[in-house]
């Protein structure tokens, strides 16, 4: 049996699966009332980025402090699933996540465990990006890379042309091979760091490192020629799609940034 952990990035108290395999983690939980859940300001950790690294709070503290064989991160409202049914409640849908089983048939034949890509169809990767968020601190991530990192930067440059990406921060992998995806990404975000006055930003806007990591996954796993597989996701709660995609259209054709996430 493969020791398995997918963190389940969480800021607030809410159902989790009961396999054993997963793993509730309250993200930026330094200075923050107990939800019931293990903080991420334990042990070796970045707790206190939380409200400008989202997510990556927990991932961070994944790579440093949990021993097993794969580490995976999900989000308390989004899970892998095998499943492509209608489902006719929330709890159905906790019944549906990707349980152990169907994690190690996966991993048997594939390095990574990706999320089905994201098509934006009309604009590319980066054009998204500079019509929805402010776009000089992933300019200056391109730069970066470009100084620290240059094998990886012609795939960088294909975010101009590509329209498809694995979103939302998710996936599992083998804890080697995370320990390399992280080597690289933190020190590209820590640099980042020193590069752009995030203060400059609102509190929404601020916390583009954890939106600019969901674009350098591909990046990475592109360059470094990684095999995978994608899965679907489930979003536990209720997505206003009529919303997500109006708001991406007046983005795209007026110049009006999102203010908010969806």
Not at 213 to 242: G, H, P
């Amino acid at each position: 049996m493969k020791n398995i952990k997918i963190i389940i990035a969480a800021h607030k108290k809410y159902q989790v699966p009961e396999e054993d395999v997963y793993f509730p983690l309250h993200v930026g939980g330094e200075g923050k009332e107990d939800i019931g859940f293990p903080k991420d300001n334990t042990g070796e950790n970045i707790s206190i980025k939380n409200p400008y690294f989202c997510e990556l709070t927990g991932l961070y503290w994944a790579w440093k402090n949990l021993d097993c064989d794969y580490i995976g991160l999900v989000h308390y409202r989004r899970y892998f699933t095998m499943q492509s049914v209608v489902f006719k409640n929330e709890q159905e849908k906790f019944q549906r996540v990707l349980n152990r089983k169907e994690i190690e048939a996966i991993l048997e034949k594939t390095d990574i465990i990706l999320p089905k890509p994201r098509n934006y169809y009309i604009e590319n990767i980066y054009d998204h990006y500079k019509h929805t968020m402010y776009i000089e601190p992933l300019d200056a991530t391109g730069q970066i890379i470009q100084e620290k990192y240059p094998e990886y930067y012609p795939e960088f440059e294909n975010l101009k042309k590509t329209t498809k990406m694995h979103a939302f921060n998710m996936f599992i992998m083998k804890k080697e091979i995370l320990n390399e995806y992280c080597e690289w990404l933190f020190s590209i975000l820590f640099e980042l760091e020193n590069r752009v006055d995030f203060s400059q930003y609102d509190s929404f806007h601020s916390r583009f490192f954890g939106r600019i990591s969901e674009r350098l996954l591909d990046v990475w796993i592109r360059t470094r020629k990684y095999s995978y597989q994608e899965v679907k996701v489930i979003d536990m709660q209720k997505v206003n799609w009529f919303k997500k995609g109006s708001s991406f259209l007046l983005a795209k054709f007026t110049g009006k940034r999102y203010k908010r996430s969806f």
